[in-house]
């Protein structure tokens, strides 16, 4: 495949720097929610493949991105463990039997992901079908930590009080639940690989609410099993991984020592600090409101000082970095900026 994403974070060379972005496929865009309204809910959106692929589809016929990700959820993965996931509008994910005991963690069903979340799997091979021969497709998942936050706390939380109870009062008893969900992951992970996915990326998005000594212990340790885990199971057909912490910019020395290719970074750090903190290949890493209330010039001084930032901190060389947003695009995202910002980051970045 002659892809510019692919060939970056292999650390080759590239003729410019790949752009795409988290949540390309979303709210901001009206043909989604078109989309959307026809599926009937976000989670039938996800279930159902055809529309699925449809919506991953999308962004690409709008903007020029390098890259491609399926359209799911993190929370697919505890669903098909045995929680009983819904939608709330206005008000997010929610679990209506989240993880109280460990009576809870014990009843968890050990995925078969392939027969568990065949939908995904199908949607996978529609869009390998699908879509530009040189457009690779990412796969994901949520971390370990990440989920087991949205099981016990049974949707998102402002202070995380219910599973910051079992790291301080119950850890071993949320040591067990991270294994069960570390293996599910990789296994889920493994199944989109050989479904035909061409990189996978881990999203720790409630990594940045720990201390430093409780993110070593409960999220990059789980980080580090799941990339053991899928590349254990698969010597001879490994794909590049990137795994992205929302506020995990202090830890980026850390992060280093996780067996994945790219890391992913917030826009609470700057890039240059970031590049002489770690050898990895670096994704990243625009403030997403600026696509919402920006105008062009600002766009385009914000990508300059992303792009010149990195390059001066790599001897002059903008060659592994992969161009994105610090977090998921906002609904509120103007796609005229979108395409803006796309084309700049094209034009500025050309070698």
């Not at 026809?38 to 390098?66: I, M």
């Not at 970074?265 to 700057?270: A, G, K, L, P, V």
Request: charged content about 20%; glycine content about 6%.
């Amino acid at each position: 495949m002659n892809s510019v994403f692919l060939a970056t974070l292999q650390q080759q060379q590239s003729s410019y720097t790949p752009i795409w972005l988290m949540r390309q496929a979303g709210r901001y865009l009206p043909e989604y929610r078109k989309t959307r309204e026809k599926a009937g809910s976000f989670l039938a959106l996800c279930k159902n493949p055809e529309l699925a692929t449809e919506v991953t589809l999308q962004p690409l016929r709008r903007f020029a991105f390098d890259a491609s990700i399926v359209f799911s959820d993190i929370l697919v993965v505890p669903e098909a463990m045995g929680l009983q996931l819904y939608f709330s509008e206005g008000e997010g994910p929610k679990f209506t039997n989240p993880i109280q005991s460990t009576l809870d963690v014990d009843a968890l069903k050990v995925i078969t992901p392939e027969i568990d979340l065949a939908y995904v799997m199908q949607t996978i091979k529609n869009l390998k079908q699908e879509l530009p021969k040189d457009t690779p497709l990412i796969g994901f998942s949520g971390s370990p930590w990440t989920l087991a936050c949205y099981m016990i706390e049974g949707g998102s939380s402002k202070n995380y009080e219910k599973i910051k109870a079992w790291v301080y009062a119950h850890p071993e008893q949320l040591h067990t639940l991270l294994d069960k969900v570390s293996i599910a992951v990789a296994d889920y992970l493994i199944a989109q690989i050989h479904a035909g996915v061409d990189t996978i990326m881990l999203f720790d998005s409630w990594g940045g609410v720990l201390s430093e000594s409780a993110f070593g212990e409960f999220s990059h340790r789980y980080l580090a099993k799941v990339l053991t885990r899928i590349n254990l199971a698969l010597p001879q057909h490994q794909v590049p991984s990137i795994v992205f912490t929302k506020g995990g910019g202090v830890w980026l020395e850390h992060l280093n020592q996780l067996e994945c290719d790219g890391l992913g970074i917030d826009w609470t750090i700057n890039i240059a600090k970031a590049r002489a903190k770690t050898s990895k290949i670096l994704q990243g890493n625009l403030d997403p409101v600026i696509l919402s209330v920006a105008d062009r010039p600002t766009i385009k001084q914000q990508v300059m000082q992303i792009l010149n930032g990195y390059r001066d901190a790599n001897n002059g060389n903008a060659n592994g970095h992969i161009f994105n947003l610090g977090h998921g695009i906002l609904p509120t995202a103007k796609p005229d900026n979108v395409a803006y910002l796309v084309d700049i980051v094209h034009e500025l970045s050309q070698r």
